[in-house]
Each structure stands twice: as structure tokens, then as C-alpha cells.
């Protein structure tokens, strides 16, 4: 059953010529007014729904920082740069060990600065530490040169990286020092084991003297 309203009209009197209502018989089904209004509802949903798109597309395509810290070092301090199979394990001088676990597989790992007739220990330029949930990285800086030395350590794979950013007036070489150890976690042991470099290789060999 469909229900109705009217619309007033104003008509001209017969007598004193002045205008009066009336209800013409213009007549509206309310279905019809119901059906508009659902029409321009789904309309405002979708324009609604279509500005939701575009906010999330321009926030996803901006670029997001990385969460850090950064603060001066503490040379002392314990610098840990781990994952589930490898592990870095540092101060904050710049010194480390290497593991792949359970083997060690180097110690004492140092760096030295070479520039202008120089060597400087970078134990004694270390300045800044910067630490994320990926990473850490410890920042030298010398009279005319700055390097930017970042650990990193892969979540799920056995190894580790080490790069190094320099920003240098003058020409500059690191010296990288570290003393083989290749062992399994105490009181494991595997025997005797070896280091050896390769001349048409830039890689460092270590291997136990059965293998």
C-alpha cells in the first residue's frame, strides 16, 4: 500500500481578487521519495568509501622512518647486534667478536684510520651511537674525516655484515684487525683448527684440520 502527501497551490479569488491557499492534487508515492533517498545515501556511503582509499594510499606511499636512538657513546657499555642464528657482540669503543652459533668465529675485532702519515685507533674517535630495531651504528670522527660503521645481523641467517660510510676531505684507509679464534662455544671443543687467505680470493678461510 502506498501512502501520499499533497503540495499548496495559490489560486487568484473571484471577488476581491486577493490570492488563497489550496491543496492541489499533486500526489507523490512515498516509494518513490524512498527509493531517492537510498539512492543518494549510497551515493554519500561511496564517495565516503572513496576518500578512505585515497587517505590510506598517500599515507601507505609516504615514507615512513625507521624507529632509532641515537646518544653519545659510553666506551664501556655492551653493544649486542643479534639475530637467531649469528651474533655480533661489541662495546661501544668498536671492538667485537663474531659468532655463528654455537662457533666463535673471530675476536677482538678493531679498526684503525690511516690519513695523512697517521694510523689513529678508532677506539679513541668513537662519538655517536645510533640504534635501531635492524641495526646499530657507531659514528668516528677525526679532524677531516667522519665514518659511519654499521653492524647489522640478519633475523634468520648465519652471518653478519659490516659497512662502512665515509666522509673524507683527504685520502683515507681503514685497517681492519681482528685475531682468528674459530671455536665452539665452551667447554665444546672441535681440535685444531686454521685460518688461511687465498690470493685469487678477498675471503678469510677458517676450517678445522680433519675437514
Known amino acids: 500500500m502506498n501512502s501520499y502527501f499533497a503540495?499548496?497551490?495559490?489560486?487568484?479569488?473571484?471577488?476581491?481578487?486577493?490570492?488563497?491557499?489550496?491543496h492541489a492534487g499533486l500526489r507523490i508515492p512515498l516509494d518513490h521519495l524512498t527509493d531517492?533517498?537510498?539512492?543518494?545515501?549510497?551515493?554519500t556511503r561511496t564517495?565516503?568509501?572513496?576518500?578512505?582509499?585515497i587517505l590510506l594510499s598517500r599515507l601507505a606511499s609516504a615514507q615512513v622512518p625507521?624507529?632509532?636512538?641515537?646518544r653519545t657513546v659510553h666506551t664501556f657499555e655492551f653493544l649486542p647486534v643479534v639475530g637467531t642464528?649469528?651474533?655480533?657482540?661489541?662495546?661501544e669503543s668498536g671492538r667485537l667478536e663474531a659468532w655463528v652459533?654455537?662457533?666463535k668465529l673471530f675476536r677482538?675485532?678493531?679498526?684503525t684510520f690511516h690519513v695523512s702519515n697517521r694510523a689513529l685507533p678508532a677506539d679513541s674517535l668513537a662519538r655517536t651511537l645510533s640504534v635501531a630495531p635492524s641495526s646499530a651504528t657507531l659514528v668516528y670522527s677525526g679532524d677531516s674525516f667522519r665514518v659511519r660503521e654499521t653492524l647489522f645481523v640478519p633475523v634468520h641467517d648465519a652471518g653478519a655484515v659490516i659497512l662502512f660510510d665515509v666522509e673524507t676531505a683527504q685520502p683515507l684507509d681503514i685497517e681492519v684487525g681482528f685475531v682468528g679464534y674459530f671455536a665452539l662455544e665452551w667447554p665444546a671443543a672441535i681440535g685444531g683448527t686454521y685460518q688461511e687467505s687465498k690470493e685469487d680470493s678477498p675471503a678469510l678461510v677458517f676450517a678445522e684440520e680433519t675437514k
Do not use: C, M, N
Request: net charge neutral; no cysteine.
Open 36 to 43: 531517492h533517498l537510498v539512492a543518494d545515501r549510497h551515493k
Open 7 to 22: 503540495s499548496s497551490a495559490w489560486q487568484q479569488g473571484e471577488s476581491d481578487g486577493a490570492r488563497s491557499p489550496r
Open 47 to 53: 564517495f565516503v568509501f572513496i576518500a578512505w582509499i
Open 85 to 91: 642464528r649469528a651474533g655480533l657482540f661489541a662495546t
Open 66 to 70: 625507521e624507529l632509532g636512538l641515537s
Open 101 to 103: 652459533y654455537p662457533l
Open 108 to 111: 677482538d675485532f678493531h679498526l
